[in-house]
């Protein structure tokens, strides 16, 4: 059974930083993509950043040049670091893993965690 737990959320002030990280137990394809999400009030759920096992990365516009996604394969965690806060990255941020088959792939989710920035 595969699980991700994360940590690092939390209240910043604009301009500041914060670090989450996912760590994923479990087994998973060596094909898979690890990536973060978020969803703020009455927003739907979107891609912030994503890495791939082929050593690819992908953000979110409006997080370019300020957030960076990386990760540790051998311990199965995956990070995010997010520099120049603004009030607008007030979300819940959402850990994601994609296991990729031949035919098909399959999902999972950690549990969310706050990231809250505000003076």
């Known amino acids: 059974q595969v699980q991700l737990v994360e940590s690092g959320g939390g209240l910043v002030q604009p301009g500041g930083s914060l670090r989450l990280s996912c760590a994923v137990s479990?087994?998973?394809?060596?094909?898979?993509?690890m990536g973060w999400y978020r969803q703020a009030p009455g927003k739907q759920r979107a891609l912030v950043a994503i890495s791939t096992s082929g050593g690819s990365t992908d953000y979110l516009d409006s997080v370019k040049g300020r957030f960076t996604v990386s990760r540790d394969n051998a311990n199965n965690t995956v990070y995010l670091q997010m520099n120049s806060l603004k009030p607008e990255d007030t979300a819940v941020y959402y850990c994601?893993?994609?296991?990729?088959?031949?035919?098909?792939?399959?999902?999972?989710w950690g549990q969310g965690t706050q990231v809250t920035v505000s003076s």
């Open positions: 479990g087994r998973i394809n060596s094909r898979n993509h």
């Open positions: 994601n893993v994609r296991s990729i088959g031949i035919y098909s792939h399959v999902d999972y």
